[in-house]
């Protein structure tokens, strides 16, 4: 009779959502979830190993179903897949929505919240404040087993501390960027100042030098020069006498 009525839950997946009618007609009206199970061997179904039965995975720390012993160790264990089958022994299942019916031991019982939400939006989502309560009075406080509560740190806190330590962080930026923005505009004119001395003082070198160069005396042309200049012209006279005459 149990299988007759989980029967029709078979090739579901977890995470899958299926009407309450499907198991028992008391549940009219409920949606149920499937979370999780254990096959009749006790091995746990895990959610993206896409299979209707049990399979060997290598795992290492970074995984659900296994705890490392050794630094760097690696074990190969068998887990069993998220697709219900014949050989789930047990099957966890979330209510999403209530019935009108309500039953007994689950909807009946009200449970004292043993954790609450951390981020400082949530908790005034959810106790409806503003944001000039203080919201570390509404945190949901653990109860530990030596009777002490313990209370969990409340993320993104704007307190009157964090605002004046982000005023004193963007007044040191501030500065700073002013120093280096000072800092550049006198190392630019440093460097200016450097360049504009450079080229005085070497326009000033080429002036000197132009007053220190003396007009060259053109020196007399050598004997040979004039010689070779004088044998040219016989030479040509000769040259001319042999064509008229040929």
């Given at each position: 009779?149990?299988?007759?009525?989980?029967?029709?839950?078979?090739?579901?997946?977890?995470?899958?959502?299926?009407?309450?009618?499907t198991?028992?007609p008391?549940?009219?009206?409920?949606?149920?979830?499937?979370?999780?199970?254990n096959d009749?061997?006790g091995?746990c179904m895990?959610?993206g190993?896409?299979?209707n039965g049990?399979?060997r995975?290598?795992?290492?720390k970074?995984?659900?179903?296994?705890?490392?012993?050794?630094?760097?160790?690696?074990?190969?264990?068998?887990?069993?897949?998220?697709?219900?089958?014949?050989?789930?022994g047990?099957?966890?299942?979330?209510?999403?929505?209530?019935g009108?019916?309500p039953?007994?031991?689950?909807?009946t019982?009200?449970?004292?919240?043993?954790?609450?939400?951390k981020?400082a939006?949530?908790?005034?989502?959810l106790?409806k404040l503003?944001k000039?309560?203080?919201?570390?009075?509404?945190?949901?406080?653990?109860?530990?087993?030596?009777?002490?509560?313990?209370?969990?740190?409340?993320?993104?806190?704007?307190?009157?501390?964090?605002?004046?330590r982000?005023?004193?962080?963007?007044k040191?930026?501030?500065?700073?960027?002013?120093?280096t923005?000072?800092?550049?505009a006198?190392?630019?004119?440093?460097?200016g100042?450097?360049?504009?001395?450079?080229?005085?003082?070497?326009?000033q070198?080429?002036?000197?030098?132009k007053?220190?160069?003396?007009?060259?005396?053109?020196?007399?042309?050598?004997?040979?020069?004039?010689?070779?200049?004088?044998?040219?012209?016989?030479?040509?006279?000769?040259?001319?006498?042999?064509?008229?005459?040929?």
């Amino acid at each position: 009779d149990d299988e007759n009525q989980y029967r029709a839950l078979f090739e579901k997946r977890m995470g899958n959502e299926f009407p309450g009618e499907t198991l028992d007609p008391k549940f009219a009206g409920y949606i149920f979830k499937i979370t999780g199970g254990n096959d009749k061997d006790g091995f746990c179904m895990r959610q993206g190993i896409l299979k209707n039965g049990r399979v060997r995975i290598l795992m290492d720390k970074n995984q659900k179903c296994y705890r490392q012993r050794r630094k760097g160790e690696r074990k190969r264990k068998s887990v069993r897949g998220c697709i219900v089958g014949k050989d789930i022994g047990v099957l966890a299942l979330s209510i999403v929505k209530h019935g009108e019916i309500p039953i007994e031991g689950v909807t009946t019982v009200k449970r004292a919240r043993s954790l609450g939400p951390k981020r400082a939006s949530t908790i005034r989502k959810l106790y409806k404040l503003e944001k000039t309560d203080d919201v570390r009075k509404f945190v949901v406080r653990k109860e530990m087993k030596n009777g002490k509560k313990k209370a969990p740190k409340i993320q993104r806190l704007v307190t009157s501390e964090r605002i004046r330590r982000k005023k004193v962080i963007r007044k040191i930026g501030l500065e700073r960027l002013n120093a280096t923005k000072k800092a550049v505009a006198d190392y630019k004119k440093l460097v200016g100042d450097y360049r504009s001395k450079k080229k005085q003082e070497t326009a000033q070198a080429k002036e000197g030098k132009k007053e220190e160069k003396k007009p060259v005396e053109a020196k007399p042309a050598s004997t040979t020069t004039q010689q070779k200049k004088q044998w040219k012209k016989p030479f040509l006279t000769f040259k001319l006498c042999l064509l008229y005459t040929s």
